[in-house]
């Protein structure tokens, strides 16, 4: 099983930014893809944006521009910086790692961070 965890939620002001981070039990190697998504109350997930294992990268046009996917393959680990920070950014913002690990696919979900945005 593969355990996925984030961190870096909180409470912070409009226009303000945040640093999510989302750490892999697993080695890099076995990972495909990894992403961000978000749920506000009484929506639908969401997604925020994804990383391939080859550096490739993909957004929400709601977030082009102000958020900024990438990762650390040595500590298996995707980060989301958040800038510019609007209220309907205010979510659970949740991570999600594929890849496949002895002969096995897996498709992971961490538990989620809070991100709440003040006008």
């Known amino acids: 099983q593969v355990h996925v965890v984030e961190s870096g939620g909180g409470l912070v002001q409009a226009g303000g930014s945040l640093r999510l981070s989302c750490a892999a039990s697993v080695s890099a190697f076995s990972i495909n893809a990894m992403g961000w998504y978000r749920q506000a109350i009484g929506k639908q997930r969401e997604l925020v944006a994804t990383i391939t294992s080859g550096g490739g990268t993909n957004y929400a046009d709601s977030v082009k521009g102000r958020f900024t996917i990438s990762r650390d393959n040595a500590k298996s680990t995707v980060y989301l910086q958040i800038n510019t920070l609007k209220p309907d950014d205010t979510a659970v913002y949740y991570c999600?790692?594929?890849?496949?690990?002895?002969?096995?696919?897996?498709?992971?979900w961490g538990q989620g961070t809070q991100v709440t945005v003040s006008s």
């Open positions: 999600n790692i594929k890849g496949r690990l002895l002969g096995l696919q897996y498709d992971s």
